[in-house]
């Protein structure tokens, strides 16, 4: 099986190494924001960059901060908050490196890095606290977040957060830590490796609409944005895993049952490692339940968070 697997991994290398009609050249930002930023969308300068974020809901609710997680942008919480902002005063981000924000001029992605970045954030929005949750990546700079700033951390949700080290990385990762592979994904990419990734993070692949899909390739091809997806993705961060027992905000895990990125298995750990934690998973969901799973999954936040 093992060998059948990386003839998988090499036919998918050799035909991203064919014909330059595989090369993806930049999209320019001006062109990025026609089409993705909204009438909600606002831009405020953060450590050098121009991060774009969205403030919804009524400003004197309980604030909930969402974070995305890799390869992704503000637009994969879309289904919350349709579902929370009639109670919620619900702020959402691209992260450096990511969507309309793009890169730091540092090219700093450590998750250390990311602890100043949002705590300045929130200051230039003067939110002194926040329930905070996030997937992924976001997850684990959530966590990592409730760690460092636990005074600014109402309630902490995590919905299939990084962290732990899950064993055998999916293949888009294998492939990036390549080195030769790596650096010529900074300019190849095919709008249907972007449609073979989300197959694996979608439980069920027909949810995938092709808008949905655009999305997420348009937005990589903001310049920088896939040098600092490469560069994240090289990165071993300190194992902090074991200072899990040091949050003291209350804390919901959702997880989706049919995660291919991060195996469900390392639920319970999050779960038996934060003290009080509540764990739920979600039945037909991949990585991103949040995304396929809106409606439950926003409806088990709601409570979590105005309770």
Known sequence: MARWRWVGVATIVAALAAGGAMLRPDIAPADLERRYATPASQFVNVQGMRVHYRDEGPANGPVLLLLHGMASSLQTWDGWVDAMQDSLRII????????????????????ATYMPFLREFLDSLRVPRASIA????GGEIAWNFALTDSSRVDRLILVD????PPGAPPILFRLVRLPVIGGLLEYVGPRWFTALNLQQVYADPSRLTPALIDRYWELMARPGNRRAFLIRSNLIDTDN???????????????????????????TAFADSIIGARLQIVSNAGHVPMEERPAETSALVKSFVLR
């Open 92 to 111: 959402r981000l691209d992260l450096p490196g990511y969507g309309l924000t793009g890169p730091r001029p540092d090219d700093d992605y450590r998750m």
């Open 134 to 137: 996030g997937n992924s990546l």
């Open 161 to 164: 957060p990084a962290g732990f």
């Open 241 to 267: 895993t074991a200072r899990l027992r040091q949050i003291t905000a209350p804390t919901l895990i959702l997880w989706g049952d049919r995660d291919l990125w991060i195996p469900t298995s390392l639920a």
